[in-house]
């Protein structure tokens, strides 16, 4: 069964400081892709990366930028210098190669930056 | 539109109400999801469709949760007899082609309903 686990229910950091925002996944899928995805206060999920099985390369986006380790199951994400636009619940979601159209999402991790 | 839009945003119904929830795709998306959030809660998925096709209805809560999709476009979610633990956001999503390929799925605002 494919499962993602999103540890941090909630993280508080003051503006500027940098943050990472854990995920872990299981999966017996060969080929499957990785997103995250924001929820700032508005509701809307607005999808930020997708990264595929094959593809362990680090990605960086201005202050965003993602760790994807296959060995530790893991595809965790960073903000630098982080901004009180920032805050909003950040998801960690899992699809698989295997025929699956089902996107398992984590719990979600609340992030509030403070100024 | 250029993206996933749903009405209403805003919900508010009366136990034992019937409420139908509606998700227009974005234009050439087969795909199309539900999922629900309860407040402060991950998302849950309800149902799936291909084309007009719901391959996977089992994330469907019970009897009561039913949905269709028409013209491979705009699907409809109906609850039926709405009870206070329907109370949530029920987003909609679509992408490209389903799986296995992992597309990117885009969501919705959201239809906020509140069960009195």
């Known amino acids: 069964a494919q499962k993602v686990t999103q540890a941090q229910t909630e993280i508080s950091v003051v503006e500027k400081e940098d943050v990472t925002l854990d995920c872990v996944y299981e999966?017996?899928?060969?080929?499957?892709?990785l997103f995250w995805y924001k929820q700032p206060p508005s509701g809307e999920l607005v999808f930020l990366i997708r990264r595929n099985s094959f593809d362990e390369q680090n990605e960086i986006s201005g202050r965003y930028s993602w760790n994807f380790q296959k060995s530790t199951s893991s595809f965790n994400f960073t903000i630098t210098a982080s901004q009180v636009v920032d805050s909003a619940v950040y998801f960690c979601?899992?699809?698989?190669?295997?025929?699956?159209?089902?996107?398992?999402f984590g719990t979600g991790t609340r992030l509030k930056v403070l100024a | 539109g250029a993206g996933v839009s749903q009405s209403p945003s805003n919900k508010v119904t009366e136990k034992g109400k019937d409420v139908e929830l509606r998700c227009d795709p974005i234009?050439?998306?087969?795909?199309l999801y539900w999922y629900r959030q309860r407040l402060g809660q991950g998302l849950e998925f309800l149902i799936y469709?291909?084309?007009?096709?719901?391959?996977?209805k089992s994330g469907l809560p019970s009897d009561r949760f039913s949905a269709e999709r028409t013209g491979e476009s705009v699907s409809t979610l109906t609850i039926q007899r709405t009870q206070q633990e329907d109370s949530a956001v029920y987003l909609c999503?679509?992408?490209?082609?389903?799986?296995?390929?992992?597309?990117?799925?885009?969501f919705g605002e959201g239809s906020w309903l509140t069960v009195v």
């Open positions: 979601a899992l699809t698989g190669g295997s025929g699956t159209y089902k996107y398992i």
């Open positions: 999966t017996r899928d060969t080929t499957y892709y």
């Open positions: 469709f291909q084309g007009n096709s719901a391959p996977d």
């Open positions: 999503a679509s992408s490209l082609v389903p799986g296995p390929i992992g597309n990117t799925i885009y």
């Open positions: 234009s050439g998306h087969t795909a």
